[in-house]
């Protein structure tokens, strides 16, 4: 069955970096799109970037510079670089399988001032 799988979340401080990594199985990975959305509490989900199978990227302005989506097709592994991080950043990030109902359980990402 699909599954998607994220780590690499926890604590750090405003201005540190963190990168996330969300392995996928189940499914042909190398013609699949991704993206990595996050949920603060009591705000909705939003996306945060994704991916295509050739590789073109996506970001929403709140990212866009600091946050970088890649994906290592020999591993089924997609990941997000996170530089700069804010306070407004805190969230739990989830990984996608787009056009697909597919989502993992969430990492979470805590950026303390």
């Known amino acids: 069955q699909v599954q998607l799988v994220e780590s690499g979340g926890g604590p750090v401080q405003a201005g540190g970096s963190l990168r996330l990594s969300c392995v996928a199985s189940?499914?042909?990975?190398?013609?699949?799109?991704f993206a990595w959305h996050r949920q603060a509490p009591g705000k909705q989900r939003e996306l945060v970037a994704s991916?295509?199978?050739?590789?073109?990227?996506n970001y929403p302005d709140s990212v866009k510079g600091r946050f970088i989506i890649s994906r290592d097709d020999t591993k089924n592994t997609i990941y997000l670089q996170m530089n700069d991080l804010k306070p407004e950043d805190t969230a739990v990030y989830y990984c996608?399988?787009?056009?697909?109902?597919?989502w993992g359980r969430g990492t979470q990402v805590t950026v303390s001032s």
């Open positions: 996608k399988l787009l056009r697909s109902p597919y």
């Open positions: 189940g499914f042909i990975f190398g013609t699949s799109a």
């Open positions: 991916i295509e199978a050739p590789g073109n990227t």
